[in-house]
């Protein structure tokens, strides 16, 4: 019962490098989402991807890229990493159905420090 | 635009009281979606309840409970007889109607259930 897999759990990076947080699910679920979690602040969209093939800017898009591999895996990328990017990152997956509106599954998330 | 307001940031009560989580969203969609997520302190998120905006039936479900009045814009949550257990951050989260899955979260209510 895997359901929906980041990778890493944790990660420490200096100011500048880059990262790509990996997130994979085998629920055969259309869409898949990455959010950002910082205190207070509740969690708040960056990128998603309705279908496999698309992509499409969330709430906090800037600093970030992603990639929807296929329908499996959607991966989160920090090109150039900046302290104001240090949160825990969750990714989520959900049918995607069209008019459905269908909960959500979430990973684990990824601890992520820039130094 | 659509919008979630948790007002109460943390709730404190002793094991077996009662207590309610406020949510109040706005959204302009005449169909949309609600939802609750529970945060546990090892970090997941661990979907509770969705809600459609057509069905304002009070649901029950063991000691948790779920009140949804459209006229005042709300969805709260009540657990009865709370238990340690049910310590946590708690999310309230809205999605539109116009076909996509995507959530719009509040910031959260921290509740810390004590012996």
């Known amino acids: 019962n895997a359901g929906v897999t980041q990778t890493p759990k944790f990660q420490v990076l200096k100011t500048g490098q880059s990262m790509t947080l990996q997130c994979a699910q085998d629920?055969?679920?259309?869409?898949m989402y990455w959010y950002r979690q910082d205190p207070g602040m509740g969690l708040r969209l960056i990128y998603y991807?309705?279908?496999?093939?698309?992509?499409d800017k969330g709430e906090v898009p800037n600093g970030y890229n992603v990639s929807r591999l296929n329908k499996r895996e959607f991966s989160l990328r920090l090109e150039s990493a900046a302290p104001s990017q240090t949160s825990v990152y969750f990714c989520a997956s959900a049918r995607g159905w069209q008019g459905r509106n269908q909960p959500q599954h979430f990973g684990d998330g990824t601890r992520l420090s820039i130094l | 635009a659509q919008k979630v307001t948790q007002a109460q940031t943390e709730i404190s009560v002793v094991e077996k009281e009662d207590v309610t989580l406020d949510c109040v969203y706005e959204t302009r969609d005449t169909t949309y979606y609600l939802f609750w997520y529970k945060q546990p302190p090892s970090g997941e998120l661990v979907f509770l309840i969705r809600r459609n905006s057509f069905d304002e039936q009070n649901e029950i479900s063991g000691r948790y409970s779920w009140n949804f009045q459209k006229s005042t814009s709300s969805f709260n949550f009540t657990i009865t007889a709370s238990q340690v257990v049910d310590s946590a951050v708690y999310f309230c989260a809205l999605s539109g109607g116009n076909n996509t899955d995507k959530l719009i979260f509040g910031t959260g209510t921290r509740l810390q259930v004590f012996p």
């Open positions: 991807s309705a279908s496999e093939g698309t992509t």
């Open positions: 629920m055969n679920h259309n869409s």
